[in-house]
């Protein structure tokens, strides 16, 4: 049972367009990280949200708790967002994170 | 600042082999922890630690052992390699457990035959 979805689990756009990748989760949390995984394996945190929104850059996180619903925004799409971006949540009984599988975005050019 | 330095970064054993994974960090965190990730997997927790000479299990713990001798390093022993533990390793530390940033290893992909 996966207690952290993520969607879509693949995801191909043009350089450009706004993307959304979406993460669920079942379980009371206290917290979401948002995370990029690049090509070569590396995995740097964006984000960790407990309510509302943040933004970095051309990055956007939100979070809607009552819903247990994320999103990761990015806008102007660019090919060096071409990357793995992961989800996790942070469990709210032991700080445990329970991690989503990840999508992989493609920006072509 | 280094940040957390895993090593090696490709490794293959023989069925049975015994090995270690070596993570240092030099941000003075208390929290490490070490993940494996599969194709279409989610990260999952091996052990952790929230500080020298504290470890715990994480939700795969079997065939794994870790100590923490020192607040810099938190090395993960393969006992007797199996062809299951075929996986990418990371190691990961934050300040602690609630952090708002996690820091990871670049990773060590590991065949067992």
């Known amino acids: 049972k996966n207690e952290v979805e993520q969607s879509p689990q693949n995801l191909t756009a043009q350089e450009g367009e706004f993307i959304t990748i979406n993460c669920s989760y079942s379980v009371g949390i206290s917290a979401l990280h948002w995370l990029q995984q690049h090509p070569g394996g590396g995995i740097v945190s964006l984000f960790m949200?407990?309510?509302?929104?943040k933004k970095h850059g051309r990055l956007i996180a939100t979070i809607n708790i009552q819903e247990k619903h994320s999103s990761l925004h990015i806008t102007a799409s660019h090919p060096r967002d071409s990357a793995v971006y992961i989800c996790?949540?942070?469990?709210?009984?032991?700080?445990?994170?329970?991690w989503g599988a990840g999508t992989k975005l493609i920006i072509k050019p | 600042n280094a940040g957390v330095t895993q090593t090696p970064k490709f490794q293959v054993l023989k069925t049975g082999q015994s090995m270690t994974l070596q993570c240092a960090q030099d941000m003075n965190h208390e929290y490490m922890s070490w993940y494996r990730q599969d194709p279409g997997m989610g990260l999952r927790l091996i052990h952790y630690?929230?500080?020298?000479?504290?470890?715990d299990q994480g939700e795969v713990p079997n065939g794994y052992n870790v100590s923490r001798s020192t607040t810099e390093d938190f090395p993960l022993r393969l006992l007797s390699a199996a062809p299951s533990q075929t996986s990418v390793y990371f190691c990961?530390?934050?300040?602690?457990?609630?952090?708002?940033?996690?820091?990871f290893g670049s990773g060590t992909q590991l065949s067992v035959l």
């Open positions: 990961a530390s934050s300040q602690d457990r609630a952090d708002e940033k996690l820091f």
């Open positions: 996790a949540a942070c469990w709210r009984s032991n700080y445990q994170l329970i």
């Open positions: 949200l407990s309510s509302g929104k």
């Open positions: 630690s929230v500080g020298a000479g504290i470890t």
